[in-house]
C-alpha cells in the first residue's frame, strides 16, 4: 500500500457518459496530479493540484476537470466520454515541500472503459 | 522544459543476465531524474533517484543508475537479472524549481527469460 487512495479500481461506463475519479494523497502530501496512461500516448501529465490550488496544467482537454478539497482529497471529472478516454487514470502525491527531491508517490489507478 | 527518451520497447533478457535499459534527457535547468517501476495491474513504484550529489544511485531490488550530464543520460543496471524483475520501467525528469512535474519517458518492457 503506497500510502495514495483511488476510487473506483474500475470504472465502465458509456459514451457521452461523465465519471468521477477520487483521489485522497498519502498523509502529509499537499501536492496531488493526475496522470492519464494509454496505450499510444503513455503517461501524460494532466493536472496538478497544491493544496488546494491549480498549479500546473498538462495535456488536459476541456471535457476534462479537476478539483482539490480542503481535506486535499481530489477528484478528476470527465465528461461527454469518448472511445479514446479508455486508460488508465493513476493519481500521485508528493512531499509536504513543494520540490520532487523525493518523486512522487503513485496509487495504483483507476482504469476507465468507455464502450 | 524537460523531456526523456527511453530507446526501444522492449528487452528481453536471461536469468542472471545483465539489464542495462537506457534512459536519455533534455532538460534546460539541472534535472532530478527517476526510475519508475511498474508491474502488471499496479501504480508505479519509485525505483531510485538522482537529485545532488553522487552521480550512482543505488535503488531497491538491486537496480543502480549512473548520472552522466555529458551524455545527458541515466541508464538503469541491475548485474543479474531475476524473473521477479520482469515489469514495465519508466525513466522521469523533471525540474527543480517549484511547479515543477515529473515528465516520464514511454517505457520499457523487460522481459526475464528462464
Known amino acids: 500500500d503506497s500510502g495514495v487512495t483511488q476510487t473506483p479500481k474500475h470504472l465502465i461506463t458509456a459514451t457521452g457518459q461523465r465519471v468521477t475519479l477520487r483521489c485522497s494523497p498519502r498523509?502529509?502530501?499537499?501536492?496531488v496530479y493526475w496522470y492519464q496512461q494509454s496505450l499510444d500516448q503513455g503517461l501524460q501529465f494532466l493536472i496538478q493540484?497544491?493544496?488546494?490550488?491549480?498549479?500546473a496544467k498538462g495535456n488536459i482537454l476541456e471535457r476534462f476537470s479537476a478539483q482539490q478539497f480542503p481535506d486535499l482529497h481530489s477528484e478528476l471529472n470527465l465528461s461527454s466520454l469518448e472511445l479514446g478516454d479508455s486508460a488508465l487514470y493513476f493519481c500521485?502525491?508528493?512531499?509536504?515541500?513543494?520540490?520532487?527531491?523525493?518523486?512522487?508517490?503513485f496509487g495504483s489507478g483507476t482504469r476507465l472503459t468507455v464502450v | 522544459a524537460q523531456s526523456v527518451t527511453q530507446l526501444g520497447s522492449h528487452v528481453s533478457v536471461s536469468e542472471g543476465a545483465l539489464v542495462l535499459l537506457r534512459c536519455n534527457y533534455s532538460?534546460?535547468?539541472?534535472?532530478?531524474l527517476f526510475w519508475y517501476v511498474q508491474y502488471p495491474n499496479q501504480g508505479l513504484q519509485l525505483l531510485l533517484k538522482?537529485?545532488?550529489?553522487?552521480?550512482l544511485v543505488k535503488g531497491i531490488n538491486g537496480f543502480e543508475a549512473e548520472f552522466k550530464k555529458s551524455e545527458t543520460s541515466f541508464h538503469l543496471t541491475k548485474p543479474s537479472a531475476h524473473m521477479s524483475d520482469a515489469a514495465e520501467y519508466f525513466c522521469?525528469?523533471?525540474?527543480?524549481?517549484?511547479?515543477?512535474?515529473?515528465?516520464f519517458g514511454k517505457g520499457i518492457t523487460l522481459s526475464v527469460r528462464p
Open positions: 493540484y497544491y493544496n488546494g490550488e491549480e498549479r
Open positions: 532538460s534546460s535547468v539541472p534535472p532530478y
Open positions: 538522482y537529485t545532488t550529489g553522487a552521480t
Open positions: 500521485a502525491s508528493s512531499s509536504p515541500v513543494d520540490r520532487l527531491e523525493y518523486g512522487y508517490t
Open positions: 498523509s502529509g502530501d499537499l501536492s
Open positions: 522521469a525528469v523533471s525540474g527543480t524549481g517549484a511547479n515543477s512535474k515529473l515528465t
